[in-house]
């Protein structure tokens, strides 16, 4: 609290500007929707000294399942993949996180599940104690975390409807809006709907077999609610429709 008392003073100097952001702090596009968004200009420069920034090519892992949770990632870019393993050995994909989520944040001290770039990625890293330090002492941050972590569970919710109650095409009709819905919230390209991970990880987290995912996107593109772009881009041509055929009508 002393460091951000005399932080202030000093950015509120006559004589002084506020210390300059990191360069990739300066030019996040995805400030506004992560933990940042809760800071001003003054306490920002702090924040910001408790990170570093990194990269992750595609592919690469960026955390075990039940590796010890040292680290909090804030994503400023890319798409990760969430997975946990099955006492079979095989891997079942539980969600995708993007520019704003947070990765590793966890009650436990161990990480809950596996964390893959699906596509490159960069983000802030915060060693986990120290961040969890500067959320309980500042009201703003913590705030800004209770909203997140409670939109997650909103879209958990969301997710267990979509396996317990729904057909392979209300599903891949949901995930498609999900993803829409997503981007239009980060303020990046909501149509055609990018699809950067792999169908298999689509599968996995729809509970549907590769096969099913083909054929309900081609089920789809007949119907007229959707274009096939490309293999990572779906057009959709009647939001309306499509919404209409992802809760059952």
Known sequence: ??????????????????????????????????????????DLPGFATLSSHVRFRAGQTICEEGAPADWV?????????????????????TG?????????????IVNACGAEAITDVEACRFARRRFET?????QEVETRLLR????????????MLLLGRKTARERVASFLLQ?????????VQANPVLLPMKRLAI????????????RSFTGLARLGVIEMVSVGAVRIVSMADLRDVAEGR
């Open 203 to 214: 599968a996995d987290y729809l509970g549907l077999t590769i096969e099913t995912v083909s």
């Open 134 to 138: 500067y959320m309980n002492e500042h």
């Open 148 to 159: 997140m972590t409670a939109d997650e569970l909103s879209a958990a919710h969301d997710q």
């Open 1 to 42: 609290m002393a460091y951000d008392q005399a932080q202030r003073r000093y950015c509120d100097s006559e004589e002084r500007r506020c210390p300059a952001l990191p360069t990739h702090c300066a030019t996040c596009h995805a400030r506004q929707l992560s933990i940042c968004g809760a800071l001003d200009q003054y």
């Open 73 to 93: 990632f804030s994503v400023t870019s890319g798409v990760i993949g969430l997975h946990k393993a099955l006492p079979d050995g095989r891997r079942q994909t």
């Open 179 to 187: 993803l829409a819905d997503r981007a239009a919230r980060r303020r």
């Open 96 to 108: 995708f996180l993007f520019a704003g989520d947070l990765v590793g944040l966890s009650s436990r």
